[in-house]
């Protein structure tokens, strides 16, 4: 990919205003990850509308996000070829149907379906949005606008979680699916008008090359180390916040879909926190900010084994704010570790990550049957660890100085 733009003649169509570009990749961010993780506050309802076990009702979010993993490389692959916008628009517009037909659900299993049909779309976003803002916002807008994705990403990741507890508690829980297919068919109009289309792109001449970068990365030790990493932070991330909800529906908490919905107010943390944790990683390297990331996990999952529901909470956010870090940490060593064709590594780096969360979502349930809320905290606790063994293992031969990151 070059990073020289073309030069500028009369008949050049000009570029939409930076601010209105900027404002279409925040808009793409909360579309797409409005609809990800919007069953989570469902889901004691759910276990009861089907009869279902937890694991069980469980898939209705790990079945999205291992959609994402399996497509992911090969939506990269194929932006490649056909242009980053080409492929980000016709996927908003492609998610709005499977999320609208989720609420033509009769059974469960019809319900995971629509969910996975969803993940399908989520990477036409996620893994080519990311490359399109570092190909189109030259120099100081490359910040503004990865800034305005992640916290649209941050947001939309609230939104679908309230807005679907909220509908749920008041109309009918198919009634949620409604209102967030039409934010989102809203939200890929106003994309489509918005966003500028590529000046910077300049399309792949071979697939197999690109196919060969890719199996490079595999072969790559100190980058397994960064994927294993980011799939034990996605595990962790849906672990606590799939099953914690349980934990809340049960004695002597009581919540309902509506205040369960409430309880992801916490993840607007990452609003702050992401740009924050950069510029720590900046100064300080990659160690000392996945040890803060690891001590903000400890102290809050620690805390969300005490009674009381606000230290409950204030738990939650703590775990959040830590996972939050150690993505910045993640994102940043796989461009350090990678060295070349950086965009085949990031998809990697998405695919591990998705996988993590999907697996996250399941094997957590085997340690809620074993002793509820205790036992997904010990799991948790134990995969943290593997995620900071698996960040110092990825600087063990050269260590990694401080590097501009993207999220400061």
């Known amino acids: 990919m070059s990073s020289t733009a073309p030069a500028t003649t009369a008949l050049a169509k000009p570029a939409p205003p930076a601010h209105s570009a900027i404002a279409a990749c925040f808009l793409a961010g909360v579309c797409t990850y409005l609809n990800m993780y919007c069953t989570q506050p469902l889901l004691p309802y759910l276990q009861r509308v089907?009869?279902?076990?937890?694991?069980?009702?469980?898939?209705?979010?790990?079945?999205?996000?291992?959609?994402v993993a399996l497509v992911a490389p090969f939506?990269?692959?194929?932006?490649?070829?056909?242009?980053r916008k080409r492929v980000i628009v016709p996927s908003l517009y492609a998610l709005t149907v499977p999320t609208m037909l989720v609420a033509t659900s009769h059974t469960l299993k019809e319900l995971i379906f629509w969910r996975f049909m969803q993940g399908i779309f989520v990477p036409g976003v996620v893994a080519v949005i990311i490359a399109y803002i570092c190909e189109e916002f030259a120099g100081a807008h490359v910040g503004k606008a990865m800034a305005a994705y992640v916290s649209g990403s941050v947001l939309g990741g609230f939104l679908?979680?309230?807005?679907?507890?909220?509908?749920?508690?008041?109309?009918?829980?198919?009634?949620?699916?409604?209102v967030i297919g039409f934010i989102n068919l809203a939200?890929?109009?106003?994309?489509?008008?918005t966003l500028p289309e590529p000046q910077h792109f300049v399309r792949s001449t071979s697939v197999r090359r690109s196919v060969i970068e890719m199996l490079h990365h595999l072969h790559n030790p100190?980058?397994?180390?960064?994927?294993?990493?980011?799939?034990?932070?996605?595990?962790?991330?849906?672990?606590?916040?799939?099953y914690t909800n349980f934990h809340l529906a049960?004695?002597?908490?009581?919540?309902?879909?509506?205040?369960?919905?409430?309880?992801?107010?916490?993840y607007l943390l990452g609003v702050a926190i992401t740009p924050l944790s950069g510029r720590f990683l900046d100064h300080y390297g990659m160690r000392r900010t996945a040890l803060v990331a690891f001590s903000f996990n400890v102290v809050g999952l620690l805390l969300t084994l005490m009674r009381p529901l606000p230290i409950i909470i204030a738990g939650l956010a703590f775990f959040s704010s830590g996972v939050f870090i150690f993505q910045a940490v993640g994102t940043v060593q796989t461009g350090v570790v990678a060295g070349r064709a950086r965009?085949?590594?990031?998809?990697?780096?998405?695919?591990?990550?998705?996988?993590?969360?999907?697996?996250?979502?399941?094997?957590?349930?085997?340690?809620?049957?074993a002793d509820a809320w205790r036992g997904c905290v010990m799991l948790l606790l134990c995969v943290g660890t593997v995620a900071l063994g698996l960040g110092f293992e990825s600087s063990r031969k050269t260590g990694v100085s401080p590097q501009p990151s993207v999220v400061s």
Do not use: C
Not at 187 to 193: E, T
Not at 250 to 266: D, I, K, M
């Open 187 to 193: 939200g890929a109009v106003i994309v489509q008008r």
């Open 222 to 242: 100190r980058l397994l180390a960064v994927y294993g990493m980011a799939f034990a932070v996605l595990f962790s991330l849906v672990g606590a916040f799939t």
């Open 250 to 266: 049960r004695p002597p908490y009581h919540l309902n879909s509506e205040q369960l919905g409430t309880v992801f107010f916490v």
């Open 343 to 369: 965009s085949s590594a990031a998809g990697l780096y998405v695919t591990f990550y998705y996988i993590g969360g999907s697996l996250g979502a399941i094997v957590t349930g085997w340690a809620w049957k």
């Open 50 to 67: 089907y009869h279902a076990s937890e694991i069980d009702v469980s898939l209705t979010v790990s079945s999205t996000i291992l959609a």
């Open 160 to 178: 679908g979680r309230y807005i679907s507890g909220l509908v749920a508690q008041h109309f009918r829980w198919e009634h949620a699916f409604i």
């Open 75 to 83: 939506v990269g692959l194929m932006a490649e070829s056909m242009g």
